[in-house]
């Protein structure tokens, strides 16, 4: 989970990658997802999964469960 460091701007993103160094570079390069161009970003939560199917399944979870986000957003403070 990613939390936006820009001023003035209180965003999250959730996705999963294969390489956290090469996707948080792209994010804060402007080339990663759309909703996440034009924003700096930072790492606050990340979980390791031995299939993609099951970082997926975790990913689509926490994109949905709003009270889990702002827990991991209020942990990393």
């Known amino acids: ?9 209180n965003k999250t993103y959730v996705g ?8 948080l570079h792209k994010h804060n390069s402007n080339k990663g997802a759309k909703s996440t161009k034009g924003y700096k ?3 606050i ?3 390791k999964f031995k ?4 970082a997926m ?3 689509y979870k926490l994109k949905k469960n709003k009270k889990m986000r702002k827990k991991i957003l209020e942990n990393s403070n």
């Open 45 to 47: 939560y990340s979980k």
């Open 41 to 43: 970003w930072l790492l």
């Open 57 to 59: 399944s975790f990913e």
């Open 1 to 9: 989970m990613l939390k936006s460091i820009s001023p003035g701007i």
């Open 16 to 23: 999963y990658t294969n390489n956290l160094d090469n996707r």
């Open 51 to 54: 299939s993609k199917n099951e």
